[in-house]
């Protein structure tokens, strides 16, 4: 059974940090794109960053970019998602997705984890 499970969530004021990781089991992690999506209230779930199986190349959502980095340990089995300058629209549950071709899409990925929440204060 396919396990991912996401961690690091929570209360954070603008402008701050947080990173979530998700630590996979299940599966082979190092043959799997992973990436990260979120779902704002009442909105649908969208991209929001995304990894090779080696780690060399990253895509990320345009808002995100030059705030979050993603990154990976394939010995650990684990994903990251490191957020900086975070800003109020970024408040939303963020999901830990594998794809064993691109998780550029919801419809993609193969494995969703249960999600985080983040919630930004302004």
């Known amino acids: 059974q396919v396990l991912l499970v996401e961690s690091g969530g929570g209360l954070v004021q603008a402008g701050g940090s947080l990173t979530l990781s998700c630590a996979a089991s299940g599966l082979t992690f190092s043959k799997y794109c992973m990436g990260w999506f979120r779902q704002a209230p009442g909105k649908e779930r969208t991209f929001v960053a995304e990894?090779?199986?080696?780690?060399?190349?990253?895509w990320y959502e345009d808002s995100v970019k030059g705030r979050f980095t993603i990154s990976r340990d394939n010995a650990k089995n684990t994903v990251y998602l490191q957020m900086n300058s975070l800003q109020p629209e970024d408040a939303a549950v963020y999901f830990c997705?594998?794809?064993?071709?691109?998780?550029?899409?919801?419809?993609?990925?193969?494995?969703w984890g249960k999600g985080t929440l983040v919630t930004v204060s302004s």
């Open positions: 997705a594998a794809s064993y071709g691109t998780v550029a899409s919801p419809s993609s990925v193969d494995h």
């Open positions: 990894i090779t199986v080696s780690g060399r190349r990253t």
